[in-house]
């Protein structure tokens, strides 16, 4: 005999005055030993504990739960049991399917718990009873929960339901982006199989979509190893339209509720590594460890690099070939593998699919194995054998911090004399992040430390410059004005950054602080002289502008006059002719003698 349904929690108002849910003081009480009894909260449920659960999770309000009970009154008769029929009951926790108390006691179980919960009548039957069990009774329940299932609302209006069999691997989700090998069978409600994959499962990439909207919608929220069923709407599965026949996909009747068994295999990682789609990693084999290899490491690895066709072109590390070693960031590859194996962690394996603007470009180049056509996407499977990083400022002390920025900005000056502004400006920046102002630099280090800030800062200055990234000349020059108000190149460049963004007056009062400490500075004179060309060129700009704008007044004005007179003289006209039709109007019934005045109007 199963339980009837009893009161409802929201029926007595006793939620309202819990001031936590039933779990959360367990959880912040010291946990019950086996043979004590507690009271949870003020509810006037008392739980003893008979036997310990596994883990430590427990079951949330919305999970599907499976119990064994046998209900008693307090003299111990029984009114309930599943153990008499050893078929659990499975139900909605929370939904109202079982007495209002039971809901809560379960919600403090864990899975293969034992416990003797005692509820008071307005938790149990009543003031009317049932069940067997007189009105306004206090009843016990002797519960083991087996297991319970989490249930998921995956779309938020109930489309896709879904229930965890089995919570899967780690705690990682895959995205839109990702490749996803999954198993499935879907079902119409009478539980014909309309569509299932081959025992290996399938893979597609997230972002494709792939049977119908729900499947990916549901992916996104699993982790690897997740087993689950769905519950499908119509509107995400296949709608009013419903499905023909098709390449061993049964007919799915308009407005079906379809079920899915969905298990997410495994899936491969795939990462735009340069923010434009155009160097993509696809991550085959996870690598060791948290940290990546990132710029400046020196690294090592093995690869296979093949074109779209499949043509080799080279191999490094492969049956026997030394493997290849290089620092990133240094200009030693191609950009796409360099930017590449500054992701990867050690041990871990990935094909990576390179553009040629990250490639060999629109030139042809002759490799090991093959030539390389100009404009070719290139393909590499890579595997990171090994990295040594280097050191960040954290793991330095004050004299390597400095000697490692003296470094950083050789390594940049060199570039710049080369041309390589964008990497020369990374170098200083990275100079500038050994002695930056939140190093713990002693005093005697204070004054050599702003120095070197101040050079990094002017040179990272010059590559922006070269690089018309104006904006941020102009913040790397006003860093250097914080420390030296007076510094001539900070304010040379700033006011050379000003005059090519069209800020004429900030430019201005730069070349005059610059003039004022050094009046004989030649770069100063001949920006200042190009500085009154280009004011006299927006003067007479403005000019020509103000004029225009006059002109079209003027002519606005001239033709408004115009229009208006034209205007003035028709409806005098129609006033004459309204006049001359009312004096028509009044002498009709006498004979006319006055043609002419009638002409003449």
């Given at each position: 005999?199963?339980?009837?349904?009893?009161?409802?929690?929201?029926?007595?108002?006793?939620?309202?005055?819990?001031?936590?849910?039933?779990?959360?003081?367990?959880?912040?009480?010291p946990p019950l030993k086996v043979?004590?009894?507690?009271?949870?909260?003020?509810?006037?449920?008392?739980?003893?504990?008979?036997?310990?659960?596994?883990?430590?999770?427990?079951?949330?309000?919305?999970?599907?739960?499976?119990?064994?009970?046998?209900?008693?009154?307090?003299?111990?008769?029984?009114?309930?049991?599943?153990?008499?029929?050893?078929?659990?009951?499975t139900f909605k926790l929370g939904?109202?399917?079982?007495?209002?108390?039971?809901?809560?006691?379960?919600?403090?179980?864990?899975?293969?718990?034992?416990?003797?919960?005692?509820?008071?009548?307005?938790?149990?039957?009543?003031?009317?009873?049932?069940?067997?069990?007189?009105?306004?009774?206090?009843?016990?329940?002797?519960?083991?929960?087996?297991?319970?299932?989490?249930?998921?609302?995956?779309?938020?209006?109930?489309?896709?339901?879904?229930?965890?069999?089995?919570?899967?691997?780690?705690?990682?989700?895959?995205?839109?982006?990702?490749?996803?090998?999954?198993?499935?069978?879907?079902?119409?409600?009478?539980?014909?199989?309309?569509?299932?994959?081959?025992?290996?499962?399938?893979?597609?990439?997230?972002?494709?979509?792939?049977?119908?909207?729900?499947?990916?919608?549901?992916?996104?929220?699993?982790?690897?190893?997740?087993?689950?069923?769905?519950?499908?709407?119509?509107?995400?599965?296949?709608?009013?339209?419903?499905?023909?026949?098709?390449?061993?996909?049964?007919?799915?009747?308009?407005?079906?509720?379809?079920?899915?068994?969905?298990?997410?295999?495994?899936?491969?990682?795939?990462?735009?590594?340069?923010?434009?789609?155009?160097?993509?990693?696809?991550?085959?084999?996870?690598?060791?460890?948290?940290?990546?290899?990132?710029?400046?490491?020196?690294?090592?690895?093995?690869?296979?690099?093949?074109?779209?066709?499949?043509?080799?072109?080279?191999?490094?590390?492969?049956?026997?070939?030394?493997?290849?070693?290089?620092?990133?960031?240094?200009?030693?590859?191609?950009?796409?593998?360099?930017?590449?194996?500054?992701?990867?962690?050690?041990?871990?394996?990935?094909?990576?699919?390179?553009?040629?603007?990250?490639?060999?470009?629109?030139?042809?180049?002759?490799r090991d194995l093959a030539t390389?056509?100009?404009?070719?996407?290139?393909?590499?499977?890579?595997?990171?054998?090994?990295?040594?990083?280097?050191?960040?400022?954290?793991?330095?002390?004050?004299?390597?911090?400095?000697?490692?920025?003296?470094?950083?900005?050789?390594?940049?000056?060199?570039?710049?004399?080369?041309?390589?502004?964008?990497?020369?400006?990374?170098?200083?920046?990275?100079?500038?992040?050994?002695?930056?102002?939140?190093?713990?630099?002693?005093?005697?280090?204070?004054?050599?430390?702003?120095?070197?800030?101040?050079?990094?800062?002017?040179?990272?200055?010059?590559?922006?410059?070269?690089?018309?990234?104006?904006?941020?000349?102009?913040?790397?020059?006003?860093?250097?004005?914080?420390?030296?108000?007076?510094?001539?190149?900070?304010?040379?460049?700033?006011?050379?950054?000003?005059?090519?963004?069209?800020?004429?007056?900030?430019?201005?009062?730069?070349?005059?602080?610059?003039?004022?400490?050094?009046?004989?500075?030649?770069?100063?004179?001949?920006?200042?002289?190009?500085?009154?060309?280009?004011?006299?060129?927006?003067?007479?700009?403005?000019?020509?502008?103000?004029?225009?704008?006059?002109?079209?007044?003027?002519?606005?004005?001239?033709?408004?006059?115009?229009?208006?007179?034209?205007?003035?003289?028709?409806?005098?006209?129609?006033?004459?002719?309204?006049?001359?039709?009312?004096?028509?109007?009044?002498?009709?019934?006498?004979?006319?003698?006055?043609?002419?005045?009638?002409?003449?109007?």
């Amino acid at each position: 005999m199963r339980m009837e349904k009893g009161t409802r929690v929201s029926d007595i108002g006793v939620e309202d005055e819990l001031d936590e849910e039933p779990g959360e003081v367990i959880e912040s009480a010291p946990p019950l030993k086996v043979g004590e009894e507690r009271e949870l909260s003020n509810s006037g449920i008392k739980k003893k504990l008979l036997k310990l659960g596994l883990s430590w999770e427990t079951p949330e309000f919305g999970d599907e739960v499976t119990i064994h009970y046998v209900g008693t009154l307090l003299d111990g008769t029984k009114f309930d049991s599943t153990r008499d029929t050893d078929e659990p009951l499975t139900f909605k926790l929370g939904s109202g399917e079982v007495v209002a108390g039971l809901n809560n006691g379960v919600a403090t179980m864990r899975k293969g718990e034992c416990a003797l919960f005692t509820f008071p009548s307005e938790l149990g039957f009543g003031v009317e009873g049932g069940n067997g069990v007189p009105p306004n009774s206090v009843v016990q329940f002797e519960v083991e929960l087996v297991s319970w299932i989490t249930v998921v609302d995956v779309s938020g209006d109930c489309g896709i339901i879904k229930k965890i069999l089995n919570k899967g691997e780690r705690d990682e989700l895959p995205c839109d982006e990702d490749e996803v090998l999954v198993i499935y069978r879907v079902m119409l409600g009478d539980g014909t199989v309309v569509a299932k994959t081959p025992e290996e499962g399938i893979e597609f990439y997230v972002k494709d979509g792939h049977l119908c909207p729900a499947l990916a919608k549901a992916i996104l929220t699993m982790k690897k190893g997740e087993k689950v069923k769905l519950i499908v709407q119509p509107q995400y599965a296949f709608g009013e339209q419903g499905k023909d026949v098709s390449d061993g996909f049964q007919t799915v009747p308009p407005n079906s509720v379809l079920d899915f068994d969905l298990e997410l295999v495994s899936y491969k990682s795939v990462i735009d590594v340069c923010g434009d789609s155009k160097v993509v990693k696809k991550i085959l084999k996870e690598g060791e460890g948290g940290f990546t290899a990132n710029e400046g490491a020196t690294v090592t690895i093995s690869y296979t690099a093949r074109l779209e066709d499949g043509t080799v072109f080279e191999k490094k590390g492969i049956d026997g070939d030394q493997p290849l070693e290089f620092i990133t960031d240094e200009e030693q590859v191609i950009v796409g593998l360099d930017r590449v194996a500054a992701t990867m962690r050690k041990g871990e394996r990935a094909i990576s699919t390179v553009d040629p603007e990250y490639g060999f470009g629109t030139v042809e180049i002759k490799r090991d194995l093959a030539t390389v056509p100009a404009c070719s996407k290139l393909i590499y499977e890579v595997e990171m054998l090994d990295f040594i990083k280097e050191k960040a400022p954290w793991e330095m002390n004050n004299q390597e911090k400095i000697e490692a920025a003296g470094r950083k900005k050789e390594e940049g000056n060199l570039l710049f004399k080369n041309g390589k502004y964008q990497r020369a400006g990374k170098k200083y920046d990275k100079a500038a992040d050994y002695v930056s102002e939140d190093g713990s630099f002693a005093d005697d280090e204070q004054t050599l430390v702003k120095s070197l800030r101040v050079s990094y800062w002017l040179n990272g200055a010059a590559c922006s410059l070269k690089l018309n990234d104006f904006q941020e000349a102009i913040k790397l020059c006003s860093k250097v004005l914080v420390y030296e108000f007076h510094n001539v190149k900070a304010l040379y460049r700033r006011a050379q950054a000003y005059m090519e963004i069209g800020d004429l007056v900030s430019a201005e009062l730069d070349i005059k602080k610059a003039n004022e400490v050094d009046p004989q500075n030649r770069e100063v004179k001949l920006l200042q002289k190009k500085l009154k060309q280009l004011q006299i060129e927006s003067n007479k700009r403005d000019a020509k502008l103000y004029s225009n704008m006059f002109t079209c007044v003027t002519k606005g004005s001239s033709v408004a006059t115009k229009k208006l007179k034209v205007e003035k003289a028709e409806d005098e006209k129609r006033q004459e002719v309204v006049g001359m039709e009312m004096e028509n109007v009044v002498d009709s019934s006498a004979p006319s003698d006055n043609g002419m005045a009638v002409d003449s109007c």
